[in-house]
């Protein structure tokens, strides 16, 4: 369990999520419109400053909060973090609902999991914040990508994409 002060400092960085304008964020990588169902990724963009680390998911449709329940629909929509640059993640958010209509990106890796983080919807956008020293506090060479796999509407087994395709975005 992360300590006391790093739970507060998470805390706040859910806070100031919501007040992270578009303007802040870095740098983003483009999917098409190719897989059936609401958790088709769109854009996936990585920002940080101020050392905080910005990540918002676009998708095509407008994605329920009953569609990331923790339990039982299947479907999972991940962010993926590699702040090694060896290629493998280090750490993964997997946003869901964990109360009625909210959602929360829950962090974990490296052996930590740390306290949940709202996430803000708006349209089509899924955006979350921590701090950068979650990452080892260099996010010059952040490098991140978002894993979805949906059942339901126009897929009656899974329907997987990714953001970007190949490859990774940067901060």
Request: net charge neutral; glycine share 10%; with cysteine.
């Amino acid at each position: 369990m992360p300590d006391l002060r790093l739970r507060t400092t998470i805390a706040a960085a859910a806070v100031a999520a919501s007040l992270v304008a578009p303007a802040a964020l870095a740098e983003s990588a483009s999917d098409p419109d190719d897989v059936p169902g609401r958790l088709d990724l769109k854009r996936l963009t990585l920002g940080g400053g101020d050392q905080l680390v910005t990540v918002r998911v676009v998708t095509w449709e407008k994605v329920r909060a009953s569609d990331l329940r923790s339990a039982g629909t299947g479907n999972r929509l991940f962010v993926y973090f590699d702040y090694r640059e060896d290629g493998a993640w280090d750490l993964r958010a997997r946003i869901v609902e964990l109360s009625e209509g909210k959602l929360y990106a829950l962090l974990a890796g490296s052996g930590s999991a740390y306290e949940p983080l709202r996430v803000r919807r708006s349209g089509t956008s899924l955006t979350f914040a921590f701090p950068a020293d979650v990452v080892g506090g260099d996010i010059e060479t952040l490098q991140a990508w978002a894993k979805s796999a949906y059942r339901g509407s126009g897929c009656p087994v899974v329907c997987v994409d990714r953001a970007p395709d190949a490859g990774v975005v940067t901060t």
